[in-house]
Protein backbone atom coordinates (compact mmCIF):
# COMPACT_ATOMS: atom_id res chain seq x y z
CA UNK A 1 0.00 0.00 0.00
CA UNK A 2 1.81 3.44 -1.11
CA UNK A 3 1.51 5.41 2.42
CA UNK A 4 3.28 8.46 3.83
CA UNK A 5 3.21 9.57 7.77
CA UNK A 6 4.80 13.07 8.75
CA UNK A 7 6.04 13.19 11.96
CA UNK A 8 8.49 16.11 13.53
CA UNK A 9 5.47 18.78 14.09
CA UNK A 10 4.89 20.56 17.33
CA UNK A 11 5.12 24.05 19.38
CA UNK A 12 7.96 26.07 18.65
CA UNK A 13 9.05 29.47 19.78
CA UNK A 14 9.13 32.33 16.91
CA UNK A 15 12.62 32.28 15.39
CA UNK A 16 13.00 28.64 15.68
CA UNK A 17 14.13 25.87 14.25
CA UNK A 18 12.14 22.31 13.25
CA UNK A 19 12.41 19.52 10.78
CA UNK A 20 9.23 17.63 9.59
CA UNK A 21 9.97 13.97 8.16
CA UNK A 22 7.64 12.37 6.15
CA UNK A 23 8.12 8.54 5.85
CA UNK A 24 6.63 6.81 2.66
CA UNK A 25 5.65 2.80 1.89
CA UNK A 26 4.89 1.08 -1.35
CA UNK A 27 7.13 3.29 -3.72
CA UNK A 28 10.57 5.59 -3.64
CA UNK A 29 10.79 8.59 -2.97
CA UNK A 30 13.62 9.77 -4.92
CA UNK A 31 12.31 7.97 -8.21
CA UNK A 32 9.14 10.14 -7.80
CA UNK A 33 8.58 14.17 -7.30
CA UNK A 34 7.55 14.79 -3.35
CA UNK A 35 6.17 18.06 -2.02
CA UNK A 36 5.24 20.02 0.98
CA UNK A 37 2.20 21.76 1.17
CA UNK A 38 0.38 23.65 4.51
CA UNK A 39 -2.39 24.86 5.16
CA UNK A 40 -2.85 27.70 8.00
CA UNK A 41 -6.02 26.64 10.50
CA UNK A 42 -9.07 27.61 8.72
CA UNK A 43 -7.20 28.38 5.96
CA UNK A 44 -6.79 27.11 2.48
CA UNK A 45 -3.83 24.47 1.43
CA UNK A 46 -0.71 26.43 0.12
CA UNK A 47 1.90 24.89 -1.83
CA UNK A 48 5.48 24.80 0.06
CA UNK A 49 7.87 23.16 -2.05
CA UNK A 50 8.98 20.36 -4.03
CA UNK A 51 12.21 18.20 -4.65
CA UNK A 52 12.00 16.60 -8.43
CA UNK A 53 13.49 12.99 -8.82
CA UNK A 54 16.55 14.39 -10.51
CA UNK A 55 16.83 16.61 -7.25
CA UNK A 56 16.10 20.39 -8.13
CA UNK A 57 14.14 21.79 -5.53
CA UNK A 58 11.81 24.67 -5.60
CA UNK A 59 10.46 26.83 -2.81
CA UNK A 60 7.21 29.21 -2.57
CA UNK A 61 8.31 32.65 -2.13
CA UNK A 62 7.36 33.19 1.47
CA UNK A 63 9.53 30.54 2.53
CA UNK A 64 12.70 30.85 0.49
CA UNK A 65 15.71 31.03 2.33
CA UNK A 66 14.44 29.25 5.19
CA UNK A 67 13.29 26.02 4.97
CA UNK A 68 15.17 23.66 2.82
CA UNK A 69 13.40 20.29 1.42
CA UNK A 70 15.59 17.15 0.99
CA UNK A 71 15.36 13.76 1.27
CA UNK A 72 16.92 10.75 2.59
CA UNK A 73 17.13 7.60 -0.20
CA UNK A 74 18.47 5.11 2.32
CA UNK A 75 15.37 6.04 4.44
CA UNK A 76 13.25 6.73 1.95
CA UNK A 77 11.52 9.76 3.82
CA UNK A 78 11.39 13.31 2.73
CA UNK A 79 12.43 16.00 4.92
CA UNK A 80 11.38 19.67 5.54
CA UNK A 81 14.02 21.73 7.63
CA UNK A 82 12.21 25.14 8.63
CA UNK A 83 14.35 27.53 10.01
CA UNK A 84 13.54 31.19 11.54
CA UNK A 85 10.30 30.25 12.02
CA UNK A 86 7.24 32.95 11.90
CA UNK A 87 3.64 32.71 13.51
CA UNK A 88 2.75 32.63 9.74
CA UNK A 89 4.24 29.58 9.33
CA UNK A 90 1.68 28.10 12.18
CA UNK A 91 0.06 25.44 9.84
CA UNK A 92 -0.68 21.81 9.48
CA UNK A 93 1.82 20.76 6.63
CA UNK A 94 1.01 17.58 4.22
CA UNK A 95 3.90 15.71 2.75
CA UNK A 96 2.61 14.16 -0.73
CA UNK A 97 3.73 12.49 -4.05
CA UNK A 98 3.64 14.61 -7.27
CA UNK A 99 3.11 12.76 -10.45
CA UNK A 100 5.95 13.38 -12.74
CA UNK A 101 4.03 13.95 -15.66
CA UNK A 102 0.34 15.09 -14.71
CA UNK A 103 1.14 16.85 -11.43
CA UNK A 104 -1.34 15.50 -9.45
CA UNK A 105 -0.66 15.29 -5.71
CA UNK A 106 -1.51 11.69 -4.72
CA UNK A 107 -1.12 10.44 -2.02
CA UNK A 108 -1.04 13.00 0.81
CA UNK A 109 -0.13 11.72 4.10
CA UNK A 110 -2.45 12.66 7.06
CA UNK A 111 -0.45 16.20 8.20
CA UNK A 112 1.50 17.29 10.99
CA UNK A 113 0.55 20.67 12.96
CA UNK A 114 3.46 23.34 13.69
CA UNK A 115 2.44 25.94 16.24
CA UNK A 116 4.70 28.59 15.85
CA UNK A 117 4.19 31.11 19.32
CA UNK A 118 5.42 32.06 22.19
CA UNK B 1 3.15 33.40 -7.17
CA UNK B 2 -0.57 34.93 -6.90
CA UNK B 3 -3.56 32.16 -5.55
CA UNK B 4 -5.89 30.92 -8.52
CA UNK B 5 -9.04 32.49 -8.09
CA UNK B 6 -12.39 30.54 -6.84
CA UNK B 7 -15.46 31.34 -5.20
CA UNK B 8 -15.44 30.81 -2.08
CA UNK B 9 -18.79 28.91 -2.14
CA UNK B 10 -21.17 27.14 -4.30
CA UNK B 11 -24.25 24.88 -3.18
CA UNK B 12 -26.65 22.95 -4.65
CA UNK B 13 -29.37 20.28 -4.14
CA UNK B 14 -28.96 16.56 -4.29
CA UNK B 15 -29.24 15.41 -7.60
CA UNK B 16 -28.31 18.66 -9.45
CA UNK B 17 -25.10 19.55 -11.54
CA UNK B 18 -22.67 21.91 -9.92
CA UNK B 19 -19.65 23.67 -11.42
CA UNK B 20 -16.64 25.59 -9.40
CA UNK B 21 -14.60 27.52 -11.76
CA UNK B 22 -10.81 28.62 -11.24
CA UNK B 23 -9.04 31.51 -12.85
CA UNK B 24 -5.65 31.83 -13.34
CA UNK B 25 -3.39 33.42 -15.31
CA UNK B 26 -1.10 32.91 -19.27
CA UNK B 27 1.61 31.73 -16.82
CA UNK B 28 -0.21 28.76 -15.05
CA UNK B 29 -3.63 27.83 -16.15
CA UNK B 30 -3.84 29.15 -19.19
CA UNK B 31 -0.51 27.79 -20.88
CA UNK B 32 -0.43 24.10 -19.04
CA UNK B 33 -2.63 21.06 -19.31
CA UNK B 34 -1.98 20.37 -15.72
CA UNK B 35 -4.79 21.46 -13.98
CA UNK B 36 -5.21 19.33 -11.14
CA UNK B 37 -8.65 19.12 -8.15
CA UNK B 38 -8.79 18.13 -4.75
CA UNK B 39 -11.64 17.88 -2.41
CA UNK B 40 -11.02 18.05 1.55
CA UNK B 41 -13.34 17.00 4.49
CA UNK B 42 -13.06 18.76 7.37
CA UNK B 43 -10.10 17.25 9.52
CA UNK B 44 -8.90 15.17 6.33
CA UNK B 45 -6.16 15.31 3.80
CA UNK B 46 -7.25 16.21 0.75
CA UNK B 47 -7.49 13.85 -2.26
CA UNK B 48 -6.84 14.32 -6.03
CA UNK B 49 -10.37 14.16 -7.56
CA UNK B 50 -9.00 15.07 -11.24
CA UNK B 51 -5.69 15.75 -12.75
CA UNK B 52 -4.64 16.77 -15.90
CA UNK B 53 -7.31 19.05 -16.40
CA UNK B 54 -9.63 16.22 -17.05
CA UNK B 55 -8.73 13.28 -15.89
CA UNK B 56 -9.99 10.79 -13.15
CA UNK B 57 -7.71 9.04 -10.88
CA UNK B 58 -8.87 5.35 -10.54
CA UNK B 59 -11.91 4.82 -7.90
CA UNK B 60 -13.02 8.31 -8.37
CA UNK B 61 -16.48 8.75 -9.16
CA UNK B 62 -17.40 9.37 -12.77
CA UNK B 63 -19.67 11.98 -11.20
CA UNK B 64 -16.47 14.13 -11.02
CA UNK B 65 -15.38 15.78 -14.44
CA UNK B 66 -13.16 18.81 -15.45
CA UNK B 67 -12.17 21.06 -18.28
CA UNK B 68 -10.93 24.17 -19.32
CA UNK B 69 -11.33 27.25 -21.36
CA UNK B 70 -8.56 29.53 -21.11
CA UNK B 71 -7.15 30.91 -18.16
CA UNK B 72 -10.06 29.31 -16.39
CA UNK B 73 -10.49 25.46 -15.42
CA UNK B 74 -13.71 23.96 -14.00
CA UNK B 75 -14.73 20.97 -11.85
CA UNK B 76 -18.03 19.76 -12.54
CA UNK B 77 -19.82 17.20 -10.29
CA UNK B 78 -23.34 16.04 -11.36
CA UNK B 79 -26.17 14.06 -9.54
CA UNK B 80 -24.85 16.04 -6.01
CA UNK B 81 -25.15 13.47 -2.96
CA UNK B 82 -24.95 14.95 0.38
CA UNK B 83 -20.99 13.16 1.22
CA UNK B 84 -20.21 15.73 -1.83
CA UNK B 85 -19.90 18.37 0.83
CA UNK B 86 -16.21 19.81 1.16
CA UNK B 87 -13.96 21.96 0.64
CA UNK B 88 -12.78 21.69 -2.97
CA UNK B 89 -9.71 23.26 -4.69
CA UNK B 90 -8.13 23.29 -7.27
CA UNK B 91 -3.92 23.84 -8.66
CA UNK B 92 -2.06 24.19 -11.72
CA UNK B 93 1.41 24.08 -12.93
CA UNK B 94 3.01 27.69 -13.09
CA UNK B 95 6.36 27.26 -14.57
CA UNK B 96 9.54 28.99 -12.31
CA UNK B 97 7.37 28.49 -9.53
CA UNK B 98 6.18 25.48 -10.15
CA UNK B 99 2.68 25.11 -8.26
CA UNK B 100 0.09 27.43 -7.41
CA UNK B 101 -3.21 27.24 -5.05
CA UNK B 102 -6.28 28.44 -5.34
CA UNK B 103 -8.23 29.83 -2.62
CA UNK B 104 -10.74 26.44 -2.10
CA UNK B 105 -14.67 26.62 -2.47
CA UNK B 106 -16.75 24.99 -0.01
CA UNK B 107 -19.81 22.72 -1.35
CA UNK B 108 -22.81 22.54 0.21
CA UNK B 109 -25.47 20.43 -0.56
CA UNK B 110 -28.59 21.75 0.92
Known amino acids: EVQLVETGGGLIQPGGSLRLSCAAS????????MSWVRQAPGKGLEWVSVIYSGGSTYYADSVKGRFTISRDNSKNTLYLQMNSLRAEDTAVYYC????????????WGQGTLVTVSS | QSALTQPASVSGSPGQSITISCTGT?????????VSWYQQHPGKAPKLMIY???KRPSGVSNRFSGSKSGNTASLTISGLQAEDEADYYCCSYAGSSPVVFGGGTKLTVL
Open chain 1, 26 to 33: GFTVSSNY
Open chain 2, 52 to 54: EGS
Open chain 1, 96 to 107: ARVGGNSLGFDP
Open chain 2, 26 to 34: SSDVGSYNL
